[in-house]
């Protein structure tokens, strides 16, 4: 079992919707939550971290992490074709703390 | 631009050449990383530096694959007697100790072995 498990997707939505990313972990000692979004042929572009459980809010995205159920989720409120993008989920992963990545999830907002 | 760089941003290569990749990091950043991503997939690590100190490598860093960062700023990957397995996109990222929830990656060498 992947320490990080994501739904590759893709995930097609139109504009304007609510979108809901996931993870889910098996390492219960993991603190520190991040999200990435990569597009096509670029390197992956940090959206936000979390520490914790909780929620945090940055404009049209709020990270959400569950430690009791080891699931975090990425909402995109009024989604844009901007945002069609690989969404990754990273977490720091053993004492070096090194960030350890899901496979992503492949978002596509159409018009 | 401050941000991670990495060069080339292509590379194609006949399978048994060597190839080497460069990467300079955000200036203040002593934690440097190297990811490799295959299509579909996830960045899978594969070492990082700490100031000029190589302190971890994945069981994928095999014996053809060599890392430097010479005096603790940039950092080259070699790999030699490349196969098209090696085939892949080459990350490089870096943060400061202490803020790991801080990785910047570079726009990636794209590797093609043919």
């Known amino acids: 079992q992947k320490e990080v498990e994501q739904d590759p997707g893709p995930l097609s939505v139109p504009e304007g919707a609510i979108v809901s990313l996931n993870c889910t972990y098996s390492?219960?000692?993991?603190?520190?939550f991040m999200w990435y979004r990569q597009y096509s042929r670029k390197g992956p572009e940090l959206l936000m971290y979390?520490?914790?459980?909780g929620n945090k809010e940055d404009g049209r995205f709020t990270a959400q992490v569950d430690k009791s159920s080891k699931y975090i989720s990425l909402f995109i409120r009024d989604s844009q074709p901007s945002d069609s993008a690989t969404y990754l989920c990273?977490?720091?992963?053993?004492?070096?703390?090194?960030?350890?990545f899901g496979r992503g999830t492949s978002l596509i907002v159409h018009p | 631009d401050t941000g991670v760089s990495q060069d080339p941003r292509h590379k194609i290569t006949k399978r048994g050449q060597n190839v080497t990749f460069r990467c300079d990091p955000i200036?203040?950043?002593?934690?440097l990383y190297w990811y490799r991503q295959t299509l579909g997939q996830g960045p899978e690590f594969l070492t990082y530096?700490?100031?000029?100190?190589?302190?971890?490598k994945s069981r994928l860093l095999s014996d053809r694959f060599s890392a430097e960062r010479p005096k603790g700023s940039f950092s080259t990957l070699e790999i030699q007697r490349t196969e098209q397995g090696d085939s892949a996109m080459y990350l490089c990222?870096?943060?400061?100790?202490?803020?790991?929830?801080?990785?910047?990656f570079g726009q990636g060498t794209r590797l093609t072995v043919v």
């Open positions: 990222a870096s943060s400061f100790k202490g803020k790991d929830t801080e990785a910047f």
């Open positions: 390492n219960s000692a993991f603190q520190y």
């Open positions: 979390t520490y914790s459980s």
């Open positions: 990273a977490m720091p992963s053993g004492g070096s703390y090194i960030p350890t």
């Open positions: 200036s203040e950043h002593n934690r």
């Open positions: 530096f700490q100031n000029e100190a190589q302190l971890e």
